[in-house]
């Protein structure tokens, strides 16, 4: 494939639509089936429908920097093109579960030792490597290696592998019902003929396709990738280089922040006015690090080097060097605004302001500065190191440079931010005071707080409403409730 990436997957905008020829199957079957060799060569990505193209060739090449993998469970679906029982015959069924019901990315090295590649290329060089790749093939007279009749890694396998990833699935994808159709499609390949196999497979991707769980997220997937679009964005700014934040408040909000950017190498300076608080504040921060590292998501050093890129400090004057100041401190408009002339004065004047706030007027709180183009939302969700939301608001004189620079530091820490304008509970809280209000009404007629949360939880929610408000504060509410008057 020419440019930046082989096949990173199917057009998802097309599902739900009348099929137009040519058939995916039949160009899959039509490859497949070639009295040639026929060789993908892979560079970026080949995912979804990408890589079960590149199962259908006879042999698979790529570079070391390219990834492979099945992600459709993400978008509530399972690989409908012979994935589910393509894979297991290559790298074996339980492997493949973990792959498929996971929807994860496959690093070329790991892929190659797993068996879905057969050589690395140098990079820079694919085709001519791929070409040579297949002239060898050619003249030791190799077969053309069809996957579809590779068997032996699917025969005989313990059923009970499936049980175990039906119930490891039914706790960890909760409600969720595109991981229980892989696990059946992965044990359909195992128990039934290829062909068989396939009709299964189809049977369950049409079960998915035309559900609304798909269809949800579907539409969330276009969703996201919309909300950070700024229509009137000039093509021409450029966000500025943001190398160092500063954060106030050591709290939950602000710790967990805090955590963003050292995760992604960036250092902070973290405030706080007294040291008890600040020290409380670090010592959450490495617990948090800590508990990673022993379920093994991070190295103990990996600890301490991201510890290091947090410096402690109870004076304002530190700030002065960072690119960019997130305010975290608890709702309260005379707090804040006290907070911001502070900031005004030591920050240096290219800095960018940025209120943490969930509720309050981001215009009010930049009247407070000489610099209300620099000042703007960055509105957390709890814990703010797991929550992926981040909503960007937009105040009335916010300039187009800081919010493109907030929306390519979103980026970098990983978040989904969404540009929202300046109004009560912007987005997320106008939406979360809805539900929460439902389920007070619902206490309020008798049910118990369990039998509120927990259709909520069996649903596939992290957590019940009820739960939600535990973990983000009663007095966060309280204190939003008496700023209203």
């Given at each position: ?7 990173a ?28 060799p ?70 070329a ?38 996957v ?20 490891t ?5 909760r ?20 062909e ?121 004057a ?72 981040l ?52 206490l ?34 309280w ?7």
């Amino acid at each position: 494939c020419a440019g930046r990436t082989f096949i990173a997957g199917a057009d998802i905008s097309e599902f739900g639509k009348p099929m137009q020829p040519p058939h995916f199957h039949d160009t899959l079957a039509a490859m497949e089936n070639m009295p040639k060799p026929v060789v993908a060569a892979i560079h970026g990505t080949a995912l979804g429908g990408g890589l079960e193209t590149a199962l259908c060739c006879h042999y698979r090449v790529a570079v070391p920097s390219a990834r492979v993998g099945l992600p459709e469970v993400h978008l509530g679906l399972l690989p409908g093109a012979g994935g589910t029982q393509r894979l297991p015959r290559l790298i074996g069924p339980e492997a493949a579960l973990d792959a498929i019901v996971n929807g994860i990315q496959i690093k070329a090295q790991a892929a190659q030792a797993a068996g879905v590649i057969d050589e690395l290329v140098e990079e820079g060089k694919l085709l001519e490597g791929a070409i040579a790749f297949a002239r060898r093939m050619v003249a030791s007279g190799a077969p053309l290696k069809k996957v579809r009749d590779i068997n032996d890694k699917v025969t005989g396998v313990d059923p009970a592998i499936f049980d175990k990833a039906r119930a490891t699935a039914r706790k960890s994808k909760r409600g969720f019902q595109a991981p229980l159709n892989c696990i059946a499609c992965v044990e359909a390949a195992c128990t039934l003929p290829f062909e068989a196999g396939m009709a299964r497979e189809r049977e369950l991707f049409r079960e998915l396709v035309e559900g609304v769980q798909s269809a949800a997220q579907r539409h969330i997937f276009f969703a996201e990738r919309a909300a950070a679009k700024v229509d009137d964005m000039p093509a021409d700014v450029k966000p500025l280089p943001i190398k160092t934040v500063g954060v106030i408040g050591a709290g939950t909000m602000g710790g967990g922040i805090a955590m963003n950017f050292a995760n992604v190498g960036i250092p902070v300076v973290l405030l706080e006015m007294e040291k008890a608080a600040l020290e409380r504040g670090l010592k959450v921060v490495r617990d948090n690090y800590e508990r990673t590292a022993k379920r093994g998501g991070m190295s103990a050093a990996d600890v301490e080097k991201r510890m290091a890129l947090i410096t402690p400090t109870l004076d304002y004057a530190d700030l002065a060097p960072v690119d960019m100041v997130i305010e975290a401190v608890y709702e309260n408009m005379g707090v804040k605004k006290e907070v911001f002339a502070k900031l005004d004065k030591v920050a240096k004047p290219a800095a960018i302001l940025a209120t943490n706030t969930s509720t309050l007027d981001v215009d009010e709180i930049a009247a407070v500065t000489s610099r209300p183009d620099k000042v703007i939302g960055t509105h957390f969700f709890s814990p703010a190191n797991v929550m992926k939301l981040l909503e960007v608001v937009r105040g009335a004189k916010t300039s187009h440079e800081t919010l493109a620079t907030t929306l390519a530091v979103t980026k970098a820490i990983n978040k989904v931010g969404v540009v929202v304008g300046v109004c009560d509970g912007f987005v997320g809280n106008r939406m979360v005071h809805r539900y929460i209000s439902q389920a007070q009404y619902m206490l309020e007629e008798g049910a118990l707080p369990h039998e509120v949360d927990d259709p909520i939880y069996q649903l596939g929610f992290a957590m019940g409403p009820l739960t939600m408000s535990d973990l983000a504060g009663l007095d966060v509410g309280w204190r939003i409730r008496q700023g209203k008057g």
